[in-house]
């Protein structure tokens, strides 16, 4: 059966708290899930990304959600980007670890796809998935061909047409979500069932 474990490490501005989700059969993956806009009130418990972990364990996947420093029992204070990239490379390393060098998933919705994205340039995960990342807020970087981006046509934060205008010179699909706004409200569903679908008999 699936389990939680919660979990402390130490990161570079403090601790960092987490919660493992542990599948019911050897996992064949780590997945890191990062959490929206902390000063907007984005946690680990975010519905979309509590979505992700619980997606990634069914798929034997071991999922990871942690908070940002400065986010509810976490040490320090909000970076911008630069210092929760820091904070995604030392729960990644603390996961490989304690779990062993397994294939890497990095997945971020928001603030957390644009921290992901960065992240991704340090640790060349296996796949990336980004749920409506925070471009044109941030300064996105290319992604590679193989990132599944979801985005909501309605995205009241995340305008599609930024989006697009990102995804555009990379000649990078974009999964659009009809009627859909930025938190995703009743279309969790589709999330799982996008997720499970691209991964589903696709070698990491």
């Not at 304690?98 to 998933?105: F, K, S, T």
């Given at each position: 059966m699936p389990s939680l474990q919660k979990f402390v490490?130490?990161?570079?501005?403090?601790?960092?708290e987490g919660t493992t989700h542990l599948p019911g059969a050897a996992p064949r993956a780590i997945a890191i899930v990062a959490h929206p806009l902390p000063t907007m009130g984005g946690t680990m418990e975010n519905k979309v990304v509590t979505t992700?972990?619980?997606?990634?364990?069914?798929?034997?996947?071991?999922?990871?959600?942690?908070?940002?420093?400065?986010?509810g029992g976490s040490a320090g204070a909000f970076d911008g980007g630069d210092g929760e990239v820091e904070d995604v490379l030392e729960v990644a390393n603390h996961a490989r670890q304690?779990?062993?060098?397994?294939?890497?998933?990095l997945a971020g919705f928001s603030f957390g796809g644009y921290v992901q994205a960065r992240a991704a340039q340090e640790l060349h995960p296996q796949r990336l998935v980004l749920i409506a990342p925070a471009v044109g807020r941030f300064a996105m970087?290319?992604?590679?061909?193989?990132?599944?981006?979801?985005?909501?046509?309605?995205?009241?934060?995340i305008p599609l047409a930024d989006a697009l205008l990102w995804a555009r010179p990379q000649q990078l699909p974009v999964v659009v979500l009809p009627g859909t706004e930025h938190f995703f409200h009743g279309r969790l569903h589709l999330i799982k069932q996008l997720v499970l679908q691209n991964f589903k008999g696709t070698p990491l």
């Open positions: 490490v130490e990161g570079p501005a403090g601790a960092l992700l972990a619980k997606t990634f364990v069914e798929l034997d996947f071991l999922a990871v959600r942690f908070n940002f420093r400065g986010t304690r779990h062993g060098d397994l294939p890497l998933i970087p290319h992604v590679p061909a193989n990132t599944l981006v979801i985005h909501g046509e309605q995205d009241e934060v």
